[in-house]
C-alpha cells in the first residue's frame, strides 16, 4: 500500500516525473528522499542503479526496484 505522502509531493512539485519504474532526479533531491518516496531502501537504489554513494545529478533516469 501506497502512502499519500507521494502524491502529495508530486502536487506540491509538478516538476517531478515518475514513469514505469523510473525516476527522473530533479534539483535538490537526495537518494535517501527518493528512496523513502517509493518505499525502497537507498542500498536497492544504489544497487540497482550501480551508483558508489549518495551524489547524484539532476536529469539522471534512476531505475526503481
Known sequence: RRDDRGDQHRRE???LR???GEYT???GD???EIAARHS???Q???SV???PGNQL???RTLQLP
Request: proline fraction near 4%; glycine fraction near 8%.
Open 13 to 15: 512539485r509538478p516538476d
Open 18 to 20: 515518475l514513469a514505469g
Open 25 to 27: 532526479v530533479e534539483r
Open 30 to 32: 537526495t537518494l535517501s
Open 40 to 42: 525502497v531502501s537507498v
Open 44 to 46: 536497492s537504489l544504489r
Open 49 to 51: 542503479n550501480n551508483l
Open 57 to 59: 545529478h539532476a536529469g
